[in-house]
């Protein structure tokens, strides 16, 4: 069923920051699911843990997503909408029957993730055996109702259990007469059966919900025995995990040898369409965890071999930065492959892989950024190149305060002029080119020494299309894109002139200068976050539209100091017609 296309899905909250997620529940469904709990898995991303949402569904599903971050929000979109999917089509086929192999499958899918989320930090031992003693009393029917099991949160149980069982919860518990009354055994257990039939897309007839409900409070137990250990300082496996069978639900159809990492990168470009930069960034974090385990196949991976693999990174000679994003993209692959089903729980569950770089040995004490005598001096020398990458693109960055890789994809039809102003439209382009974020797409004046430098002429010159690469991207392609060729070059000629500090990124430098010489004049923070495409934080931010006046825009950018140059002529041009015909600079 289609979202009407009246309704956004996502939508932010005036009063806040954090990003939400909203969707209309088909019509079909409505009746059927409103007043539904629903606890839907939000995953890690960046350097963002995972995250539980419990929300109850009417004609729209609007909760949440506990993040302020557009690309951690935007991995949790993608995810929910996933797990909706299921949900829904599970809701459409309605209850079926389900064996007892398929009710241990799910209980055993509650029993990893309650070990999963609570494994980092199991707690204390009172908790657990307090966890255990509801738990049992529910099953047993010995107690009339009993506070229901969260993935995390435990605060309620100890109080509750001394209140019912007193001092020895076994005593006390088994000092209370058995019964049929599960009230509150469903009480207990009932959010954590719903989470498995909604994440395995499947809904039981009523005869066997109870028994379905009875294998996840023993699952439950089996979990609180294994972190009651392991609140003891005993992290051994625990053999009562592999007495749970995997889910083999009609839909899953695995291949032979099971799903590999190929497969579900396969399934996430045809579904998603992610950009270059992210299909790059995540191939290789993949590549290098096969390549370092030996296992392609998602089955295979053990939370043991995500560990070892982070350690010897942390180990190696890659930046801190670079560290973080390959397990970060590790961990969204493995998310995603359990969103499609292809594995039931990511081995990343419950596991803390955040990178902190002052505990890594090539920490630096962070990037800086160019002189002003470093930028005039790179300029000088890159004024007298050739080749229109080396001649320009620094000289684009130093203007702009833009991304290397920004200009490096601009093509002669973003040079435009807009009320008197020259400006740059930084957009996605044609040939799957693109800014980094949403949020980076923006109109920036050109800055007059860039006019004077002659630039204007040099975009006629050039004609319709990229300016600085000949072959344009061909779209959902998974090589390297021109323009990243282009940008790295760049960088490259500007170590080869000499300009070797570590802490000065070659093409990031100027991105650096930029935000510094702009706080030294005194430009407004906001206006330099606008034209440099950075996202400002603050509710009041969404108030300013500073880019609605290009004219003060362009007397902001006109104030950066950029250098003057000498050997260039005065350009006098004033119109700019750019030909029919593409020609494509190298």
């Known amino acids: 069923m289609a979202v009407s296309s009246k309704m956004k899905r996502y939508v932010g909250r005036k009063d806040s920051s954090v990003a939400q997620f909203q969707t209309r529940v088909p019509l079909d469904l409505v009746s059927r699911m409103k007043g539904r709990k629903l606890t839907l898995t939000l995953p890690a991303s960046g350097r963002e843990p995972e995250e539980m949402a419990l929300v109850t569904a009417g004609s729209h599903i609007k909760f949440s997503l506990q993040t302020r971050d557009g690309e951690t929000a935007e991995v949790r979109r993608k995810a929910v909408r996933a797990e909706l999917a299921r949900i829904f089509d599970g809701a ?13 499958a799910l209980a055993g899918a509650v029993y990893r993730e309650l070990v999963a989320q609570n494994d980092e930090n199991p707690g204390s031992v009172e908790e657990w055996e307090s966890f255990k003693a509801l738990t049992r009393a529910s099953l047993e029917g010995r107690i009339p109702n009993a506070p229901p099991i969260s993935f995390r949160n435990r605060s309620d149980d100890e109080t509750m259990a001394a209140i019912l069982f007193g001092e020895d919860a076994t005593a006390g518990v088994n000092s209370l007469e058995r019964s049929d009354d599960f009230t509150a055994l469903q009480n207990r257990v009932g959010r954590l059966t719903a989470w498995t039939l909604d994440r395995h897309g499947v809904e039981v007839e009523p005869s066997r919900q109870l028994d379905l409900m009875r294998e996840v409070a023993k699952a439950a137990l089996d979990a609180a025995w294994s972190l009651k250990a392991r609140s003891r300082g005993d992290w051994r496996p625990d053999p009562t995990a592999e007495r749970f069978p995997a889910f ?19 399934r996430w470009i045809e579904n998603e369409n992610p950009r270059y930069g992210s299909r790059r960034n ?20 053990t939370p043991d071999d995500v ?35 292809l ?27 160019y002189s002003d005598s470093e930028v005039a001096q790179i300029l000088a020398q890159t004024a007298k190149a050739s080749d229109p990458r080396v001649r320009w693109l620094p000289l684009l960055a130093a203007g702009t305060g833009g991304r290397v890789s920004d200009v490096a994809q601009l093509w002669a039809e973003r040079v435009r002029q807009i009320d008197g102003v020259w400006v740059f439209a930084f957009q996605k382009t044609e040939d799957n080119g693109g800014v980094k974020t949403p949020g980076s797409a923006r109109m920036v004046p050109i800055h007059p020494r860039l006019i004077e430098a002659g630039f204007l002429d040099f975009v006629r010159k050039m004609g319709a299309g990229p ?86 825009l362009a007397k902001a950018v006109g104030r950066i100091p950029v250098p003057p140059f000498v050997h260039e002529p005065k350009a006098t041009t004033h119109s700019l017609t750019i030909a029919s015909n593409p020609h494509n600079a190298g």
């Open 467 to 552: 300016l600085f690469y000949r072959n344009q991207g061909v779209i959902g392609s998974d090589k390297v894109h021109p323009y990243k060729v282009a940008a790295d070059h760049v960088g490259k000629h500007i170590r080869k002139l000499g300009f070797n500090d570590p802490t000065k990124a070659p093409n990031h430098g100027f991105r650096h200068w930029f935000k510094t010489v702009s706080y030294q004049i005194g430009l407004d923070s906001v206006t330099v976050d606008y034209i440099q495409g950075h996202k400002t934080a603050g509710e009041a931010a969404r108030y300013r539209h500073v880019g609605a006046d290009l004219r003060l």
């Open 92 to 104: 459409r086929r309605g209850p079926a029957p389900i064996s007892q192999k398929q009710i241990a």
């Open 282 to 301: 995540r191939k290789t974090a993949t590549d290098a965890f096969v390549g370092f385990t030996g296992k392609s196949r998602l089955a295979d991976v």
């Open 248 to 266: 083999q639900g009609e839909t899953v159809k695995p291949a032979a040898d099971g799903p590999t990492f190929d497969d579900a990168y396969a």
């Open 307 to 341: 560990l070892r693999w982070r350690s010897s990174l942390m180990a190696s000679d890659l930046a801190p930065g670079s560290i973080a994003t390959r397990v970060s993209d590790l961990r969204a692959a493995l998310n995603y492959a359990v969103s499609l089903r």
């Open 343 to 369: 594995i039931t729980a990511s081995p990343t569950a419950g596991l803390k892989l955040t990178i902190k770089a002052n505990r890594l040995t090539q920490h630096r004490d962070g990037m800086r950024g």
